[in-house]
Nanobody, 115 residues
Framework: QVQPVESGGDLVQPGGSLRLSCVTS????????VDWYRQAPGKQRESVAT???????SYANSVRGRFTISRVNAKNTVYLQMNSLKPEDTAVYYC?????????WGQGTQVTVST
């Protein structure tokens, strides 16, 4: 299935951790840029982390130092390790693959940070 499939979302207490996974069967996965986006209720979708084909990464200011994005090309998988979670991290998290004119979105996984 080319469309990415996200998993790992859950209910977690503030200060807790989660690891999200994004898996796809797209060919030449290693050439794709992969982004993790999130969308909270009533808010616009925002990019939180990006990993490029060369392995370089970038983060939104709101998650830098707490989230880590990584990829394992042999498994066609991208991870988002989320530590020190805050209530404001509550959102649906989406995986996006893009390469030139090709773009694929996953269905999302819910992350809820609450007591």
């Amino acid at each position: 299935q080319v469309q990415p499939v996200e998993s790992g979302g859950d209910l977690v207490q503030p200060g807790g951790s989660l690891r999200l996974s994004c898996v796809t069967s797209v060919e030449k996965f290693e050439d794709y840029t992969v982004d993790w986006y999130r969308q909270a209720p009533g808010k616009q979708r925002e990019s939180v982390a990006t990993i490029f084909s060369d392995g370089s990464v970038s983060y939104a200011n709101s998650v830098r130092g707490r989230f880590t994005i990584s990829r394992v090309n042999a498994k066609n998988t991208v991870y988002l390790q989320m530590n020190s979670l805050k209530p404001e991290d509550t959102a649906v998290y989406y995986c996006n693959l893009n390469l030139f004119l090709d773009e694929y979105w996953g269905q999302g996984t819910q992350v809820t940070v609450s007591t």
